[in-house]
Structures are given as structure tokens and as C-alpha cells.
């Protein structure tokens, strides 16, 4: 039955996902093209008018798609999730003839499918907008590749970033938005606890959520500078950076790991036993 609840779950969000992806892709492209043509529009008599038109045009639509995209692929499967479970859906939803881990699975697997296409669309739209950025400088795009080796080479060496720190961070770039998407269904089915304005619940029961990201963030931060930092005498600055880095990211990757398990734990339970549909 996973399978059937796969194929009905994509099929009523594949829209919304291709919007946002798409919307992103749009206006990275229109800036691939447009930008170059800054430098040539600002020395004619007539561009000096069109120019503040066009770039105040490509920053509103610019905001609108990579913003609009961030908070509808988040927030639309956190609402889909409690209409869908929660609502006078849920009573068919839950009549079916499927485990109740199914239902979350299904969800779950297809808003992750859309968190990653939209994470790729935003890293190729950032790879054709900063190509425009580019071309408003040179004409000749095949130093770009360089020029983008050169940046990454750079950040690195600001961060001291290693080969261990490289797979650290990989790695709980993608898990994030699986422990990410688990606590927006977690919030929701904390806020079904209450007997009115249940979806506004879930909405504080999110904010809450986020607090005590923050918190513990700042709280591994804290923990992997005094760890780090222990050793002030006998190392450079530059190892004492990454080992913090190091620190900071395996402590990170165990943190998000347990916030999956203990989040996919916790909706099952209130979802199969502690049901308060309206």
C-alpha cells in the first residue's frame, strides 16, 4: 500500500513542487541574460532609464521566486499534512485499508523528494546568477569554471575546511531536511493536543520547535569551542578552527539523526493512538 500512497501523494503535489523549482530556474536564467547587459545599458542615453526599471524588476521577482519557493516547498506539506490527517480528510484517510506508517512514510518521502529538487534548483539558479554577475565583467565565460574554483579554494582556506569536515558537512546537509520536515509533522501533531484552534497550535507548537533548535545550536557551538579551544597552547589557530568545525558538525550529524528517530517515534504514536480529528 506504500506504494499506491506514494503515487497519490505526488500526484497531488507534483504541481506546487514544479512551480517552485521552476520559478527559481526562470528568474536565475533572466539574470544569466539580463545582467550582462548592465554595463552596455548604463553608457547609452536610454538605458540610464531602462536600467533602474530592470534591476529593481529582477530583485522583486528574484525575492519573490527564491522566497516564495523556500516557503511554500516548507510550509505547504506542513499544512497538506495536517489537512490531510487531521481534517474531515482524515476521517477517509484513516478508513483505509493501510498502516498508519504508510500515510506518514508517503508524506514524508515525497516532501523530501521536493526539499532536495528544490535545494538543486537553488544551486543551479545560483550557478547561472552569478555566471550573469560574471558576464557583466568579461565576455569570456570559460575563466568562469576557474573563477568558481578560486572562490570555493577561498572558502575553504577561510574555514580550514578538511576531507573530514567536507563529508561531516555533507552528510548533515542531507539529513537536515529530513529531521527538518519530521518537525513540522511532529508540530502539527502537537498542536491536534489541544480542543480548538488546533492548527494554530501547531503553528506555536513550530515556533517552539524552532527555539530549541536554535537553542541547542548554540549550545553545540559552545561545546565544540570549549573543546576545541583546550588545547590553545599547543595548536595553530588554523587546527583549532577546524577541529571546532569538526566538533561542531559530529556533534550536528548525532543531534539530527536522534531529532529523526525520536520525531518519526513520537508522530506515529499520537497519530495511530492519540487521534483528535476535528
Not at 539580463?34 to 536600467?51: A, D, R
Request: hydrophobic share 55%.
Amino acid at each position: 500500500m506504500l506504494g499506491k500512497c506514494l503515487k497519490h501523494e505526488w500526484i497531488e503535489t507534483w504541481m506546487v513542487g514544479l512551480l517552485c523549482c521552476a520559478g527559481v530556474m526562470l528568474i536565475s536564467i533572466l539574470a544569466f541574460f539580463l545582467l550582462p547587459l548592465i554595463p552596455k545599458l548604463s553608457e547609452s542615453e536610454v538605458g540610464i532609464y531602462v536600467l533602474p526599471v530592470l534591476i529593481l524588476t529582477l530583485v522583486i521577482m528574484g525575492v519573490a521566486a527564491f522566497g516564495g519557493a523556500l516557503f511554500i516547498g516548507r510550509y505547504f506539506f506542513f499544512y497538506r499534512y495536517y489537512k490531510n490527517l487531521f481534517t474531515d480528510q482524515g476521517y477517509l484517510m484513516h478508513t483505509l485499508p493501510v498502516e498508519t506508517s504508510d500515510l506518514i512514510n508517503s508524506k514524508l518521502i515525497v516532501a523530501l523528494i521536493w526539499q532536495y529538487l528544490i535545494a538543486v534548483s537553488y544551486f543551479v539558479a545560483i550557478l547561472f546568477t552569478s555566471a550573469g554577475f560574471y558576464g557583466m565583467f568579461s565576455d569570456d565565460y570559460t575563466s568562469y569554471v576557474e573563477f568558481i574554483k578560486s572562490v570555493i579554494e577561498g572558502i575553504g582556506l577561510l574555514y580550514s575546511v578538511g576531507k573530514l569536515e567536507i563529508i561531516l558537512f555533507a552528510a548533515c546537509a542531507i539529513i537536515y531536511p529530513i529531521m527538518d520536515m519530521m518537525l513540522l509533522f511532529l508540530a502539527v501533531a502537537f498542536g491536534q493536543l489541544g480542543k480548538k484552534n488546533r492548527f494554530i497550535l501547531s503553528i506555536v507548537a513550530l515556533i517552539g520547535i524552532s527555539f530549541v533548535k536554535k537553542f541547542v545550536t548554540n549550545i553545540v557551538s559552545l561545546i565544540s569551542a570549549i573543546f576545541s579551544y583546550s588545547d590553545y597552547n599547543t595548536e595553530s589557530a588554523l587546527d583549532m578552527v577546524q577541529t571546532h568545525y569538526g566538533i561542531m558538525l559530529a556533534l550536528i550529524l548525532v543531534l539530527e539523526t536522534a531529532a529523526i528517530i525520536g520525531a518519526y517515534v513520537l508522530n506515529l504514536h499520537m497519530v495511530k493512538n492519540k487521534l483528535n480529528l476535528e
